[in-house]
């Protein structure tokens, strides 16, 4: 997947090619993920609270 936009720089950059571990469907503390909503996807760091839902997406 190739980055657009520079929310996520200092990890990775506008243009950078992402590589995608489809493999993986659990979310952990901190990571960075691959997220769909509605027509968007994106590359985000989320956080979680009690029970694994997500808290915050930055």
Known sequence: MTSAGNS???TIY???TAMIDTGRTS???GGVFVIRMDN???IKRVSLR???KIKNIR
């Open 8 to 10: 996520m720089e200092a």
């Open 14 to 16: 506008n243009g950078e």
């Open 27 to 29: 979310a952990h503390e």
């Open 40 to 42: 968007n996807v994106m």
């Open 50 to 52: 009690l029970g694994d």
